[in-house]
Every structure is written in C-alpha cells, then in structure tokens.
C-alpha cells in the first residue's frame, strides 16, 4: 500500500517529529515543519484548553505564509497527538479543534476510537495511532486508524518491550499501509535502518527535545547531550505505564534508580509519581536511548540536516556495499 500523499509527496526526510508532553509547541512544530519533517505536539501542551484554538491558527498561518514565500521547499503537513484515555476529560474539545482546523495528521495514543477516527476522516485528515505489541496494532486498524507507529523497546517516554525487528515483523505480516517505527532513532542510518525494516518513515523524539525550539530546560537538554543510551532507566513508578527516563534526573530528584517501586497501572497520571515532591516531566525527563547521537543543541533546522545528511550518506554506503556483493556474485558466477 502506498503511502497518503500527505506523508508522500511534502516530507523532504521520512520523519515525523514525535509529540513531546510539554516540550513540543508551536515553535518547535513550524520550524520541523519548514525543515521538511512532520512536526507534531500533544493537544495536552496547550493549557488552557483555549490555547490550542490559538495555536493551531498559528501553525496553520505561518506555514502557508512560508509555502507562499518558498514554492520550491514547501513545508511538511504538521500533526496533533490526542491522549484517547478514560483520564483525558479535554478530550472532546480538543478533537472538535483540531478538526475545525483540519489538522492533516492525528496521533492518537493509549487507546483506539471509531468516532476519533470519524471525525479525522470527515475532513481528509490522516490518524496514525501509536502500539507497542501486535496485537493494539490490530485493534487499531480494526478501529479505523490509517497508520501505525510502534513503539519499541529503546524509545523514549512511554515505550514498549519488543525489539524493533520483531515488531515490525509481526505487523507487517498482516498491514501493508503507514509505518512509522518509534524507539532509539537519532541519527540518518537508523532511519534508513527502519525503512529497510518495513517501515516507511522514522519517528524521532528524543534528538529534538535538545533543540534550541524545544520547550525544555536547558539543564534537560544538556543532559541529552551528555548521556547516552546506558543513562536511561526503565520504570512505572512516574505515570503508571512503563516509559524511559533519564537516569541523572531521577538521581537529582533524590532516588534510586536501581530500586524503583512498581506503580499501580490502573492509577495513571501524567503528573506526579511515587514522590510527589518529582513529577514526571517536569523533574523526571523522558528520553530515549538513541541519544549517544546528539553532541549539541542546534535548531531543529540544523538537526533535520545533519539527519539528511546522515541518511544520504547511510544510503550512498549501503548502494556502494551492494554493489560489491554483486560484483563479487558475478565474478564467481563467471
């Protein structure tokens, strides 16, 4: 199945932007877009509630603003990520906004609805939900969702288990549409790696919160910067579902990072945890382990052309070792 045309024909990179709680705002997202990757943020991030009107006819300006001014380098479709959870009481407001404003793309995580997927529908508009297993993946599609993205083991934030070979594995088995493969990606190769995988497109998160149009603390994108993938520890304890963090944060927020508690699953939040006194994301950063690939913080614009400039070469590489094999085949053929 081919990729929509909204995912095929505007990105200049297969990216999207993962949706980054309280990091990814309307900076962040038009200047992913203008790069040339989708650029996506929660619909969660605009507080008050009344904010996402506001935001949305920000991107929605600027970026036609910028396709006027630049035809030959028009900008990537943005995206809105909606929390589908019994907890989430903005839920209904938040999809009648980004309907009104026609959001190209949805992101719909921790549950899979027919009448969210409606509503995308009734404009045009493209839902991608995100899965960690096989079978949510399933229920997805059988829900009416367009795409998937899986989440595998590495990622950052809320993850899943599976390796990303055997994820995608499973669900290609059955789903030829969209794939955007989630988990440990910060770097060109990977997203030529998910692709020759079976995914169509990488999904990255963690290399942007250290941009400089990040929402982050500087003190949180440094640490980016200095850690790497042995720095992120797997836990509960902070939303009720299993995500990764940053070690040294849960270290400066006086805990034990080798002796976690289990949380309860079915109290999920998206604020406090086990301690009250540290909530995940404001003390607690989310990241993932890919991030031995980010030295600086540069502007997402910069970071979208060191990934180009990566996979051009991932690409140039795998072409000039495919090459050999063949030669070497045709030789011995002879």
Known sequence: MALPPVLRDLLRLPVIGSPLFIISGPDLVIAQCKAGVVGSFPALNARPASMLDEWLHRITEELAE??????DTPSAPFAVNHIVHKTNDRLEHD????TKWKAPIVITSLGARTDVNAAVHSYGGVVLHD????????????????????VATGAGGHAGTL???ALIHSI?????????????IANGH?????????ADLAYIGSAFIATQEANADPAYKQMIVDSTG???????LFTGVHGNYLTPSIVAAGLDPANLPESDPSRMNFGSGGNQKAKAWRDI????????????VPTAAEMVARLSAEYETAKAELALKTSFTAGKALMAAE
């Not at 290609?172 to 440990?184: H, K, M, Q, V, Y």
């Not at 042995?230 to 509960?236: A, G, K």
């Open 66 to 71: 910028w396709d006027r001014d630049h035809p």
């Open 95 to 98: 999809l009648e906004v980004s």
């Open 131 to 150: 899965v960690i297993n096989n079978a949510f993946a399933r229920k997805a599609v059988e829900k009416g969702a367009d795409g998937l993205i899986p």
């Open 163 to 165: 390796s990303p070979f």
């Open 172 to 184: 290609r088995e059955w789903f030829d549409g969209p794939i955007a493969l989630s988990g440990s």
């Open 190 to 198: 990977a997203i030529l790696g998910a692709q020759a995988m079976g």
């Open 230 to 236: 042995e720095d992120i520890t797997y836990t509960n």
């Open 285 to 296: 950063w989310g990241c993932g382990q890919g991030i031995g690939a980010v030295k600086a």
